[in-house]
């Protein structure tokens, strides 16, 4: 079966819409013009809303809905505002010859999308359609168009589908150009926004011929759904091969965050804009420090490494020509963030950025994605991230370090992905339930399901022996007798939930007493812990050795090990239930690292107490505090995050900063620092 490239009316065919519509005032179509693709996951940033769920930042993995507009649908139309009005995600273009080439806007199936075009003269046009479930891609525009006459003999030939496709499809047997029974010899080529595809022709077309573009209906989108029907449009040569009169940088604008890539193609244009052959153009960068290129020779694409906040021209060069294209490299704003022993982590709403002394073996560490499966195998946010707290002069063998000391987990999509400090290689964990929050400890995990509900994997290692709750570590159990879990905080070998009447529960190894029930004996299940007329829990926190939880009323308390002050309450010995924190303040939030607590008062202010020798306070001289001291910064924090030597924050603009030394076992000879920076893959 055979479908023309434009399933509109005839008037819609003719580009008669005002005709059509009795109205010459304006824009004018129908809602059959508005074409919506069916939900995928996006490969670079889109328009969303956020929102959060129970004790933790959350951010909805981002499903996206393409939307575009045959070409000549609004011939005087200049302008449209894409707006999903179930979620309010918005997002303006630019048309292209009276169509709008595919837009991502955040949209699950559903949702209504209504675009409102605005022509050259100001005047609006209002369509609507609903987000499908399912519908196969289409081709909403070609170059050259059906019936054009007079092509260059170089010309490259151009398809633009509804949505993103699979780039497996896409090959010289789906996607032809035929003269008569003759195949043309050529290339099929990509173009970086996944939509947009060229033939380029092995040799110049013949003069005056007439040649058919064939697509097939094996052709696939993102998801793997065909077309279904083929695709097939004649065009006719001139004379002549077109000389170029300039190259087309693509994406021409691009704004992306540090760590990220640009995929750039280039394409000669003769004096029309149709896309030409030529030389193969040369690249450079404006500001390598914004953004690097790594390639030196000739070629028709370039791929930008984007490195700190700023803006690059990219410029391609070729036969005297030469095109741009602009990227904006945005500073992170990070929606979570987790420290623990030796590297930091953060989760934008697009990425999970991971920085660490061991990543790629480089000194002072480097950046890295933690590549959380979406659904279709690309890179995702994470809702919840946690990194592991343990003792580092446990972690040491004659070999070196015990790589296994530091486990890590993220939340993605309601998916749980754990990885090791040595590997940074996420893989999943097989689980009952979907989940929304997540603790790692320094060989378990574990994490809130939807239901409230609490699930482990991994291991305890403790004073009286080894307790597994899965023995391959990649599938997690229930742990029973917990209901209406509203936060979660793990430590080394110990783990704690508060349900959503402010009780809380704790199991794991007590050696310190950091179960806060009285003794010193491990808990294999889950016990209330003997709130001693506390208030209601609003805050948790677990160290490697010690708990601590702001109550109702914003006051703070620590049990647990206490050899270096870091239960704040100004005594010298563990406790083994709750100890109030000194200084008479109201914290909004705690967190309890290796051998030091951090927490921010009411008006944003950071205050810490324990171990000093790395400057982890946040304080000089590097001596230690058994009680609150304030950070050295004008900063105010929505959050504090301790680790082992080191301390961060999310300044209420959403920036993080860290302070102290990262590693603090291996340079002891690294100076330490006491004011808070930028964290490496911010600035």
């Known amino acids: 079966m055979k479908?023309?490239?434009?399933?509109?009316s005839t008037c819609l065919l003719l580009g008669l819409l005002s005709a059509c519509n009795g109205d010459a005032s304006g824009p004018s179509a129908d809602d059959n013009s508005l074409l919506v693709s069916d939900p995928g996951a996006p490969s670079f940033p889109v328009a969303a809303s956020t929102r959060s769920a129970l004790s933790v930042h959350s951010i909805d993995v981002p499903t996206a809905a393409w939307v575009s507009l045959p070409s000549g649908t609004v011939p005087d139309g200049a302008t449209a505002e894409i707006r999903n009005t179930t979620s309010?995600?918005?997002?303006?273009?630019?048309?292209?010859?009276g169509g709008l080439d595919p837009v991502a806007v955040v949209a699950s199936a559903g949702d209504t999308i209504a675009v409102t075009v605005v022509d050259n003269a100001g005047r609006p046009l209002l369509m609507r359609a609903t987000v499908p479930l399912r519908r196969p891609p289409i081709v909403i525009r070609t170059r050259p168009a059906r019936g054009k006459t007079d092509v260059p003999l170089n010309a490259r030939i151009v398809a633009l589908f509804s949505e993103p496709m699979d780039r497996g499809s896409l090959t010289p047997d789906q996607i032809s150009v035929m003269q008569g029974e003759q195949v043309v010899p050529g290339q099929?080529?990509?173009?970086?926004?996944g939509y947009t595809v060229e033939f380029i022709p092995s040799h110049e077309l013949s003069p005056s011929s007439t040649y058919r573009l064939i697509i097939r209906g094996g052709v696939t989108d993102a998801t793997g759904e065909a077309a279904g029907a083929t695709e097939e449009l004649e065009f006719t040569t001139g004379l002549a091969a077109a000389q170029p009169a300039g190259i087309v940088v693509r994406p021409a604008m691009a704004e992306r965050q540090p760590g990220e890539f640009v995929h750039l193609t280039a394409s000669p244009v003769d004096s029309a804009g149709n896309l030409i052959t030529g030389d193969l153009p040369t690249w450079q960068s404006s500001d390598t420090a914004v953004a690097r290129l790594d390639e030196s020779d000739p070629q028709p694409d370039?791929?930008?490494r984007l490195r700190a906040p700023g803006t690059a021209m990219i410029t391609a060069t070729a036969g005297g020509q030469s095109g741009t294209a602009t990227i904006t490299v945005t500073r992170l704003s990070f929606t979570s963030f987790a420290v623990g022993t030796g590297p930091y982590c953060g989760a934008t709403v697009g990425r999970t950025y991971c920085q660490g002394s061991l990543i790629d073996n480089v000194p002072g560490g480097s950046i890295g994605y933690v590549n959380l499966p979406g659904p279709i195998g690309l890179a995702a946010a994470a809702q919840s991230i946690s990194i592991g707290k343990s003792d580092r002069s446990a972690c040491y063998n004659e070999l070196g370090m015990d790589l296994d000391c530091s486990y890590s987990c993220a939340i993605s999509a309601g998916a749980a992905y754990c990885w090791h400090q040595a590997t940074w290689n996420a893989h999943p964990i097989v689980a009952r339930s979907s989940f929304v929050a997540v603790g790692a400890g320094k060989r378990h995990a574990c994490a809130v399901t939807s239901r409230a509900a609490v699930e482990c994997w991994g291991a305890f290692d403790g004073s009286s022996g080894r307790l597994e709750f899965s023995p391959d570590g990649g599938r997690s159990v229930p742990i029973p007798g917990l209901s209406r879990i509203v936060k979660l905080a793990a430590g080394s070998d110990h783990d704690c939930a508060a349900d959503a009447a402010g009780s809380l529960w704790c199991w794991g190894e007590n050696a310190q007493g950091q179960l806060g029930r009285h003794d010193r004996r491990p808990q294999t299940a889950p016990t209330l812990l003997q709130r001693v007329s506390l208030p209601a829990v609003?805050?948790?926190?677990?160290g490697t050795y010690h708990t601590c939880a702001v109550v109702e009323g914003g006051d703070a308390y620590c049990w647990g090990r206490n050899d270096l002050g870091q239960l704040g309450s100004g005594r010298d010995q563990d406790e083994t239930a709750p100890a109030l924190v000194a200084g008479g303040h109201r914290w909004r939030s705690i967190t309890?690292?290796?051998r030091h607590t951090c927490a921010v008062d009411s008006a944003g202010v950071g205050y810490c107490w324990g171990d000093n020798r790395r400057a982890q306070l946040g304080s000089l001289p590097t001596t230690g505090s058994p009680t609150p001291i304030p950070i050295r910064t004008a900063l105010r924090f929505e959050s504090l995050y301790a680790g082992d030597g080191q301390t961060c924050g999310l300044a209420v603009e959403r920036i993080a900063y860290c302070w102290g030394v990262q590693d603090s076992s291996i340079d002891p000879n690294v100076a330490p620092y006491a004011t808070p920076r930028e964290v490496e893959f911010q600035r």
């Open 188 to 193: 099929v080529v990509v173009w970086p926004d």
């Open 3 to 8: 479908r023309r490239l434009r399933p509109l």
């Open 302 to 304: 370039a791929l930008a």
């Open 592 to 594: 309890a690292g290796t």
């Open 538 to 542: 609003v805050a948790i926190s677990a």
């Open 88 to 97: 309010g995600a918005i997002v303006t273009a630019e048309l292209t010859d």
